[in-house]
């Protein structure tokens, strides 16, 4: 389950920028089936977002350092405050991300027919 997890974080980033992508031709052109579609990935979008309310702030950093592919350099700077302390904490950004997959994993683990339909594409198991 952890490994399904990950993938769908993973996709976060993308999945928000379909959503853009189908508001935006929403806007031009009404039509029903990517009505339909913007439906799934917003649902999609509610899950993952559900699952941060789970975690700590720090798990919550951690994850999203992940995701972040245009970092700023103010971005890079709060990442290393945030490292350093966790070093003085005895704990690692990777710690802190695992812990916070397996928290998300257990909670999906009660809620896997949900997931298994709602992320049909990447379901594995």
Known sequence: MEAFIEKIIENYPRYLREEERFEYHLE????????DALTA????????ESWFVLLDMDE???LRLILTVNETAERRAAAMMWTCQLFKENQTPVQVRKRAIHKISAFASMHRKLMQAAFSDLWRH
């Open 60 to 62: 919550r950093f951690a």
């Open 41 to 48: 990935l917003r649902i999609r979008l509610g899950i993952i």
């Open 28 to 35: 031009a052109r009404e039509n029903p089936d990517m009505r």
